[in-house]
């Protein structure tokens, strides 16, 4: 059984929360909140731009490389001093494959061809 007491209090303590209107929002953000607003939409803008970078990055790696092999298919270490140029290849295909990592998360390499044999020179 509810006595007077209780029912009264429980009334007025309904009509109390009833009454309290929520804070109201500000129309204008706290200037905090606008500076790291900012600072995000820069940063942002700059992780854009740097995943493009690396895009441009990796497309010209695959270039270099492709370079590379058909340099190597047409005979660009033979001649004198061959030891120079295969030192030359071996750091522009290090700088492609470096190349081709930096956008490694865009898209999956395609799997390698095997070099043909045309134009090398046969060790002795």
Do not use: H
Request: contains cysteine.
């Amino acid at each position: 059984m509810i006595t007077k007491p209780i029912a009264v209090t429980c009334a007025l303590g309904a009509m109390i929360f009833s009454s309290v209107a929520p804070a109201p929002v500000s129309q204008e953000m706290d200037p905090e909140f606008k500076k790291l607003k900012v600072q995000v939409d820069e940063l942002s803008k700059k992780v854009e731009s740097f995943e493009t970078y690396l895009a441009g990055q990796a497309a010209a790696g695959k270039s270099l490389e492709a370079a590379v092999s058909r340099a190597r298919a047409e005979g660009f270490t033979a001649g004198i001093n061959p030891s120079s140029r295969e030192a030359l290849l071996g750091g522009l295909t290090a700088q492609a494959e470096a190349m081709k990592s930096a956008g490694a998360s865009k898209a999956p390499d395609a799997p390698k061809k095997k070099e043909s044999m045309r134009g090398k020179r046969r060790q002795r």
